[in-house]
């Protein structure tokens, strides 16, 4: 009887640290693997930052064109703004410019 008794009061114990151990770790994965843990914040962190340079480069883009634009659409047109749109659209050349010619248009 004696041996059950101390027996018991070492099991019941060593249980519920055990149980408490296997929640507390539970909990500690879940914080840092699971769909709102640490990792998850890492990679938002990560594309969030990838987001924001492209939406940078695209503001940048957005603004270089409104300036041709404006150059376009003053009351003194720029004109080499004006001769390359017209080269472009008339698919001439300058007799000083180096034209590459790609012998499939295909592929890049």
Do not use: C, T
């Not at 114990?13 to 909990?27: D, M, Q, T």
């Not at 914040?41 to 270089?64: H, P």
Request: aromatic share 8%.
């Amino acid at each position: 009887m004696v041996v059950r008794r101390r027996l018991r009061a070492f099991l019941i114990p060593l249980a519920l640290y055990a149980v408490a151990a296997a929640a507390v770790g539970y909990f500690v994965h879940s914080a840092k693997m699971g769909d709102r843990g640490l990792l998850a914040k890492r990679a938002l962190k990560l594309q969030v930052f990838e987001l924001k340079q492209e939406l940078a480069a695209a503001q940048a883009e957005y603004a270089d064109w409104n300036h041709r634009l404006a150059l376009l659409r003053s009351d003194q047109v720029d004109r080499d703004l004006l001769e390359e749109r017209a080269r472009v659209m008339l698919g001439r050349v300058h007799k000083n410019d180096l034209v590459i010619v790609r012998p499939f248009a295909g592929e890049p």
